[in-house]
T-cell receptor, first 115, second 110 residues
Framework: DAMVIQNPRYQVTQFGKPVTLSCSQT?????MYWYQQKSSQAPKLLFH???????NEADTPDNFQSRRPNTSFCFLDIRSPGLGDAAMYLC??????????????FGPGTRLTVT | GQQLNQSPQSMFIQEGEDVSMNCTSS?????WLWYKQEPGEGPVLLIA?????ELTSNGRLTAQFGITRKDSFLNISASIPSDVGIYFC??????????FGTGTSLTVIP
């Protein structure tokens, strides 16, 4: 089945130790997103790629970076994780289906723990 | 980012009851999406709305795009235990950014 895949589902990293989260998609969607979701809160958009064009949200800390080497893959790099970066990280994809109709699909998320 | 408020924040209902929740924004949107999220999982898309006044159903779920374009509504009829979860709205004006509401937590008591 076409889907959005996130690996690993659970990631533990140490304070200050760089970590990379991965997302892949088989939907061939041209837009990929990264959201941060803390406990009992709404998903917060960090950035997105429209094809190869990177779009950062104004309030996304510089500690968060992203790479999209091809259509199928997108990575979230946290350069120096702090305790406050512990959260669920959600990858999503979307495609314009014509006439402005856009559906956005999410992966299962990666739960990041910072020790 | 945009601020979207959902109401109510949480609901505790008896199985079989109908549920209504809403989402309001300070900005107008051209797209509203409704999602359900269960613990430890990503949000699952339920309904998409693209036009002011539009009413769309998906089984027991019905959602409406508010005519002011600043709000949207979700109704669930005849709730069942598996409806338990957090329901999020998400809005988009133009471009590709979707912004999420604060969520409504639904508990269904058998």
């Amino acid at each position: 089945d076409a889907m959005v895949i996130q690996n690993p589902r659970y990631q533990v990293t140490q304070f200050g130790k760089p970590v990379t989260l991965s997302c892949s998609q088989t939907l061939n969607h041209n837009v990929m997103y990264w959201y941060q979701q803390k406990s009992s809160q709404a998903p917060k958009l960090l950035f997105h790629y429209y094809d190869k064009d990177f779009n950062n949200e104004a309030d996304t800390p510089d500690n968060f970076q992203s790479r999209r080497p091809n259509t199928s893959f997108c990575f979230l790099d946290i350069r120096s994780p702090g305790l406050g970066d512990a959260a669920m990280y959600l990858c999503a994809t979307s495609r314009d289906r014509g006439q402005g109709k856009v559906w956005q699909y999410f992966g299962p998320g990666t739960r990041l723990t910072v020790t | 980012g945009q601020q979207l408020n959902q109401s109510p924040q949480s609901m505790f209902i008896q199985e079989g009851e109908d549920v209504s929740m809403n989402c309001t924004s300070s900005s107008i949107f051209n797209t509203w999406l409704w999602y359900k999220q269960e613990p430890g999982e990503g949000p699952v898309l339920l309904i998409a709305l693209y036009k002011a006044g539009e009413l769309t159903s998906n089984g027991r779920l019905t959602a409406q795009f508010g005519i002011t374009r600043k709000d949207s509504f979700l109704n669930i009829s005849a709730s069942i235990p598996s409806d338990v979860g957090i329901y999020f709205c998400a809005g988009r004006y133009t471009g590709n950014q979707f912004y999420f509401g604060t969520g409504t937590s639904l508990t269904v008591i058998p």
